[in-house]
């Protein structure tokens, strides 16, 4: 039995106001909480009190560790990769450019160890990551950004990201002349690329309580329907999660209704894919009627406010689906369309982007921002984290009280909210264990790793003419489909 006693903090979370306090870990779980509770620990402890840890954190703030529900950790070395480009224009660049820009099992590794070390930094404890591996060596890809997690501790659920679709499949080129001659055959076979995914479970199912593998099928317009049906009906057979992205351009409400017949949602439902298990990226051109649908299900939307933004995808239809019932959670998405893996830069876009709409009554607040990122980015995890609570995992970000002032409950975490980027950030615990403490990383050559990413950061850029030239080619097309569908802008209802 693994004992540590967190003494003398101010607990903070959706139910406890920074009252001071402290916080027993048994096992990686909390055991108790409050005023007095390591000395009622120790009293009934007997001989296992000798073993236990203590660590006094003279009034600093101790709070539930932030959960970023969505990114992309083979994106981390491309921060700064484009400006003022459309999300279908960026994709080009970003993934259908140029073969230059593969990533290595090695160069996946740093990648993933470099975002894991921001997102702690700024606070987080856990991350969904939908991460993608060059097909030559899936497995050995995969593999690598799982043992970056487990090597810095994080606490990961990691889907692989997959289609079988040719993006130019993915956008209406039907609606400019020439932009059938975009189109390609799938680039691979739906038993194929789900026999990866599948292997990747089989290693990775139940081998740490901190890392799960899950399905990842990039979006429904990038997946043929047997690739997708098969994704949701492993993800239900075998236990699994799985995490897509839905309707991040208005592109994809015409795709939806020329290959279904159905909105998204709609064709989502009849697949019976809106269980608790499922969570879906972006969410922002839903309809009405299809708000209403979601929030009738267990599945979880993830709002991505940063990225969204930069590439004028438009504006997530957040008030109301959390007025209509909906679990929304946050993410950072990934970092050559963000550019940061900065949670409290998420957290406070979150709330203050609905802001520019509707009367204040329906603007969301810094708790509604906080139970996105703790109780509905536990429930995207599937996880008992974001949360001080017996029984709980002990996923916890201390928080020093010479950044963040003494303040009522309320006025706290405003400051969580509006006011902090993760210079207050002191120490984190994952599972009861030390992630970050002091704000050094126990154990991780933190400048080997960066010296190792802007080796890699150098040729990635190489890439860059053979990429930029690649779009170009196709902008007139892009151009034009952005024009016929509206151009980006809000979704807001």
């Not at 920074?18 to 007997?46: K, T």
């Not at 993410?331 to 979150?350: H, I, R, V, Y």
């Not at 204040?360 to 607040?365: A, F, I």
């Not at 963040?404 to 509006?418: D, G, M, S, T």
Request: glycine content about 8%; some cysteine; charged content about 20%.
């Amino acid at each position: 039995m693994t004992t540590r006693l967190l003494r003398n903090a101010r607990l903070l979370d959706l139910e406890h106001g920074g009252e001071i306090g402290d916080v027993v870990v048994v096992d990686g779980v909390i055991a108790d909480l409050g005023p007095g509770a390591a000395d009622r620990w120790l009293a009934q402890a007997g001989a296992a009190a000798s073993a236990a840890e203590s660590t006094d954190l003279g009034g600093d703030l101790l709070i539930p560790g932030l959960v970023n529900a969505h990114t992309h950790s083979n994106q981390t070395i491309e921060k700064g990769l484009c400006d003022a480009l459309p999300l279908d224009a960026w994709m080009v660049v970003a993934s259908y450019g140029g073969a230059g820009a593969r990533l290595s099992p090695r160069d996946l590794y740093v990648s993933a160890m470099i975002g894991a070390i921001e997102m702690v930094r700024s606070g987080a404890t856990s991350v969904l990551d939908c991460a993608r591996s060059d097909n030559e060596w899936v497995d050995d890809g995969m593999d690598a950004i799982m043992q970056a997690y487990a090597d810095l501790g994080l606490r990961a659920n990691v889907a692989i990201q997959y289609s079988d679709l040719d993006f130019f499949s993915s956008i209406p080129v039907d609606l400019v002349p020439g932009g059938a001659d975009l189109l390609k055959p799938p680039v691979a076979s739906p038993d194929v690329v789900l026999a990866a995914a599948n292997r990747f479970v089989d290693r990775w199912q139940g081998r740490s309580p901190l890392l799960q593998p899950l399905l990842g099928p990039s979006s429904l317009p990038r997946c043929s329907t047997e690739l997708f049906e098969a994704s949701v009906e492993t993800a239900r057979t075998r236990g699994v999660r799985m995490q897509t992205h839905l309707l991040s351009a208005q592109s994809q409400i015409r795709m939806a209704q020329q290959r279904y017949g159905l909105s998204t949602v709609e064709f989502l439902a009849k697949l019976d894919a809106l269980q608790d298990w499922a969570s879906f990226a972006h969410a922002i051109w839903l309809s009405p009627e299809e708000i209403e649908l979601f929030a009738q299900t267990d599945a979880v939307a993830v709002h991505n406010p940063a990225s969204n933004l930069k590439l004028g995808a438009g504006v997530a239809p957040i008030p109301a689906l959390l007025k209509a019932g909906a679990k929304v959670a946050i993410g950072s998405d990934g970092a050559s369309s963000n550019d940061t893996q900065n949670m409290f830069e998420t957290l406070k876009l979150s709330t203050i982007l609905h802001r520019v709409q509707g009367p204040p009554e329906t603007w969301p607040t810094a708790t509604d921002g906080l139970g996105m990122c703790w109780t509905n980015g536990a429930a995207a995890l599937g996880a008992d984290v974001g949360r001080l609570a017996v029984g709980a995992q002990a996923d916890l970000t201390v928080i020093d009280t010479d950044y963040v002032w003494p303040a009522p409950a309320e006025q706290l975490r405003h400051q969580l909210a509006y006011a902090e980027l993760g210079s207050a950030v002191r120490s984190v615990y994952v599972a009861g264990e030390p992630v970050l403490v002091d704000r050094a990383f126990p154990g991780i050559d933190e400048d080997a790793l960066r010296a190792e990413a802007r080796s890699i950061a150098e040729r990635i850029w190489t890439s860059l003419p053979a990429r930029l030239e690649r779009f170009e080619e196709v902008r007139p097309v892009l151009e034009q489909i952005e024009a016929a569908v509206g151009g980006g802008g809000a979704s807001c209802h």
